[in-house]
Structures are given as C-alpha cells and as structure tokens.
C-alpha cells in the first residue's frame, strides 16, 4: 500500500490537542501516513512535519491581528501553494476557520478534499458563516452530537466524531485521587487561575489575573491556587514570570492544568467591508465640506 500524504493545520494549543489525538487515532489504523503542515507539539510527536511554529497564528485581538496580518496570510498563501504544488491526498483544518477555510476553499476548487475538523461554533454567533463553509470544505467533523442537524440542513457533509478528551476524563470524578495526582492538599479550596494558551492572552491579561489572585488570597486565607503551565511549549516573557508571580503571591506550587480558548482571526472578507465603509464615511465627509464650503 502506498504512502498517504495529509497536510494539516492547527492554530493554537487546543488544535495541536484535538490534532495531536486525530494522529495517533490513524495511526493506529494505517501505518503508512505522511503529515505536514503546522502544528505543536503533540502533532509534531505524532510524525506531523510543522512547517511553521504554530504560535505565529495564535494571536487574539484586532490590535494583534493587525500587528501580524501581512505576516500571517504570507504564511497562508505560501502554505497553499505548497500543498496545491504538491497536491496531499487530503487536507485537514483543525479549528481555527478565519485561517483555514480560506486555504480549504482554495485546495477543494483544485479537487484536494478539504476537511474541517471542529465545526465553528455558528449555533452559537455568526450563523451566516454557514455559506462560507459549504463553499470550502468537503467534510466537517463535528464534537457535539447536535452539531450534525445544522450542517446536513446546510448541504454540508457531515460527522459527529465526538471530543477526544471524553477518553481521557470519567464520568465521574474520584476527587481524592484526583488531589493526590496533583500533590493538593484534600482539605482546603482549590482556586485555578486560568489565562489561556496564547501568549497574547498571557501579555495582556496576566496582571489582572494575578490581581485577583491577590484579592483572593487577602479575603480568603489559606487556599491552594493552580496555574496553568502548558508541556512542550516554549517558555515566553510573560509565562514564566505569570507562573512565578502566582508563585510568589499564594506561596504554593502551581500544578498543570490546561486552557483552550479559541477567538477568531478576522477574515480577508471582514476587512474587506470594513475598507468600503471608510470608504463610505470619507466619501461623505468630502460631500458635506465641499456642501459647507458652497453655503
């Protein structure tokens, strides 16, 4: 049997997650699989070959988005003319739509099936991306079971295929042994502190955070507080200092807990309309000058 090519993409560390699980779900049905594409460390542990580090598309914000824009769609139009050179057997985006449903659109005209893995949230804002969708990609696979109606009712190819961490959690909790695991005392409150993944989220909202916990700790006492250190990614200028000041605050060890918080990139389309209308408002404000200046 020969060597099947998939080219992947995940956007932040909940995708490289998601992904990291996909991979070595094929991989335990069909050996012979190439990966590549962008991904983080669990991808990359299960064979992907990540062109670019998958932190240069985990920004969040307008002013962040700005900042990286140019930098961000050269990664795209490189990678889509890489896999439209090479043509992959399949293409794979994992999340983040406002980066990769664009590149889907592209590789589903050239005939490479594009499948989106995590369908966006539209039941819950921005429904009118529906039309986007069916436009782009070939497949969606779906974590929610509800998920299904929406897309079939659309004309979109669909999957529930569920979340992969249901695998990895139970049902129902043993919170003792749960406690022992991460070395926390059993009798006393548990506070988590959880920032986000994205180093942006880090910069911007690591000072509130460790306000808070100041607070807490001020009003409450004795408590065990936990911050979130995710494995295998680089250490960056605000982490380590977020983690140590939390440190410092509460006088406790930080265990590991993990924050997947998705916010999307605004589309070539959303700016787009948003150059029409200053086009729009400058058009008008010229007319209402050169109005006052004939009365």
């Keep these: 049997m020969s060597e099947a090519r998939i080219a992947m993409v995940a956007g932040e560390a909940s995708g490289d997650l998601l992904g990291g699980h996909l991979l070595a779900a094929l991989r335990m049905r069909r050996i ?31 002013v962040e988005v700005l900042r990286h824009y140019r930098e961000i769609m050269g990664i795209r139009k490189r990678l889509t003319e890489r896999f439209l050179d090479e043509r992959p057997d ?18 589903k005209a050239a005939g490479i099936p594009a499948i989106h893995y ?21 497949h969606v696979l779906v974590l929610f079971p509800f998920e299904t109606e929406i897309y079939r009712k659309a004309g979109i190819p669909v999957t529930y295929v569920g979340h992969p961490v249901a695998d990895t959690i139970p049902l ?30 880090l910069h911007y909202m690591a000072d509130t955070f460790v306000q808070a916990a100041k607070k807490l700790h001020a009003e409450l006492g004795m408590f065990t507080l936990c911050a979130p250190q995710l494995q295998g990614l680089p250490e960056t200028r605000w982490r ?7 440190q410092q605050t509460c006088r406790l ?14 589309t070539w389309h959303w700016w787009q309309a948003e150059l029409r209308r200053w086009r729009r408002l400058c058009t008008r404000r010229r007319w209402l000058l050169s109005t006052r200046c004939r009365l």
Excluded: H
């Design 240 to 246: 380590t200092p977020f983690i140590e000041t939390v």
């Design 32 to 62: 012979n699989l190439a990966y590549t594409g962008i991904g983080g460390p669990r991808m990359t542990g299960q064979g992907l070959e990540s062109m670019y580090p998958m932190e240069k598309l985990a920004v969040r914000g307008y």
């Design 118 to 138: 995590v369908g966006p949230s539209i039941w819950a804002w921005r429904g009118g991306r529906i039309r986007t969708i069916a436009a782009s990609v070939s």
């Design 90 to 107: 399949m293409f794979i985006g994992v999340d983040a739509p406002d980066f990769n449903l664009a590149l889907e659109r592209r590789l």
């Design 172 to 201: 129902v909790v043993d919170k003792v042994a749960a406690r022992e695991q991460l070395r926390l005392p059993s009798d006393r409150l548990i506070v988590a502190l959880l920032p986000g993944s994205r180093q942006s989220e």
């Design 253 to 266: 060890p930080c265990c590991l807990a993990i924050l997947m918080k998705r916010l999307p990139l605004p």
